[in-house]
C-alpha cells in the first residue's frame, strides 16, 4: 500500500515538473534553448517515473511472494492441526481410568522425594484426584505437577493435606 502511494506521489512530481518545464521554456525568448531544457525535463521526470514504476513493481512481486509463503504456512498449520486432533483422539482411546491410575501411582511411587509419603490416586473420565498426606505443601504440589504431565489427565484435584512437623523438630 505505501509502494502505491509513493508511486502517487512520484507521478503528480512528474505531472507538475512538466507543467513547469513547459512554463519555463515558453518564458524563455531563445526557442530553441527553451525547447532543449524543456526536453531534458521531460526526460529526467520520465527517468524517475520509470524509477518508481520499479518499486511498485518489485513491491508488487515482493507481495505475491509474501502471500504465496503465508498460503503455504497457513497449509502447513491446517495439516498440523489434523494431526493434532488425530493425536488427541489416539491418546483418547488409550487413557482409559484403569490406565491412568496405574501411570500416575507408578510415577509417585518412583519419585524419590515422595516415596514416604502417602498419596492415593482416584480417576473417574481422565480427572485424577490426590489424596492423603505430604510432609510440605511443596511435596505436595510436586505430585500434583506429577500426575497433571501423565498424558491423558484432564485435571487433577488436589485433597492431600499437609502433615505438621513434629513437636521436637526444629524446621
Do not use: N, Y
Not at 22 to 31: E, F, H, L, N
Not at 73 to 89: G, T
Not at 147 to 153: H, K, L, S, Y
Amino acid at each position: 500500500m505505501q509502494a502505491l502511494q509513493q508511486a502517487s506521489r512520484w507521478s503528480g512530481f512528474v505531472l507538475a515538473a512538466t507543467a513547469l518545464a513547459v512554463v519555463v521554456a515558453c518564458a524563455k525568448s531563445d526557442p530553441e534553448s527553451a525547447l532543449e531544457d524543456a526536453d531534458e525535463r521531460l526526460e529526467q521526470a520520465r527517468d524517475e517515473f520509470a524509477d518508481a514504476d520499479a518499486v511498485v513493481v518489485a513491491l508488487r512481486e515482493a507481495i505475491a511472494e509474501i502471500d504465496s509463503k503465508l498460503a503455504a504456512a497457513e497449509h502447513e498449520r491446517r495439516e498440523a492441526a489434523a494431526q493434532v486432533a488425530e493425536a488427541e483422539a489416539a491418546l483418547a482411546a488409550q487413557a482409559s481410568d484403569e490406565v491412568l491410575f496405574r501411570v500416575v501411582q507408578r510415577r509417585l511411587l518412583e519419585d524419590d522425594a515422595l516415596r514416604q509419603d502417602a498419596v492415593g490416586v482416584q480417576v473417574r473420565e481422565g480427572v485424577v484426584t490426590l489424596t492423603g498426606s505430604c510432609a510440605s505443601p511443596d511435596l505436595a504440589e510436586r505430585a500434583v505437577a506429577i500426575a497433571a504431565g501423565v498424558p491423558g489427565v484432564a485435571h487433577v484435584e488436589r485433597h492431600i493435606e499437609v502433615e505438621a512437623p513434629a513437636a521436637g523438630d526444629a524446621s
